[in-house]
């Protein structure tokens, strides 16, 4: 079968240390609330542990895809396998400290399978497209972080 690879490296500096940026990343079930639509990301398995939660993403005009949580290494990363669909690989949340700030870089190495998506390759860049989405996710993750320290300035 074809597949064709994808390669992609995002990352954003948010001004929130990793402290606070671990567990917004650690809450898998709370993807859903700040995850772009156009992603359709739902939870199907986990809960209290991290270790072998497992999403489903649906993104708007593609093929649906599984991820599953693999490795964890608190308070720095999240890896996890791309698996099931047109999709096999690996994607992984890594936090850097940088003092009150914190660079977030979610990293995908994959390969995608099917006579469809190497065709798609040759003519869009698949990473670059990937990148699109997850700049997405990212800004959205700075706002989440953001909307949570103005209510916990607020509750005091």
Request: net charge positive; charged share 25%.
């Amino acid at each position: 079968m074809t597949s064709t690879p994808i390669h992609a490296s995002d990352e954003i500096t948010i001004p929130f240390p990793a402290s606070e940026v671990w567990p917004v990343l650690a809450d898998i079930g709370g993807y859903p609330r700040w995850w772009p639509k156009s992603l359709g990301i739902r939870v199907l398995s986990g809960g209290v542990e991290l270790l072998g939660t497992e999403v489903e993403v649906r993104p708007f005009g593609g093929r649906p895809f599984r991820c599953r949580v693999e490795a964890v290494d608190r308070p720095k990363r999240i890896r996890m396998r791309y698996f099931g669909g047109f999709i096999d690989g690996f994607g992984e949340w890594c936090l850097e400290p940088l003092g009150q700030e914190t660079r977030v870089i979610y990293r995908l190495e994959a390969q995608a399978h099917g006579w469809l998506v190497a065709l798609l390759g040759k003519v869009l860049d698949l990473g670059r497209l990937h990148s699109r989405s997850m700049r997405d996710v990212l800004r959205n993750l700075n706002q989440v972080l953001d909307q949570k320290q103005h209510l916990t300035k607020q509750a005091r």
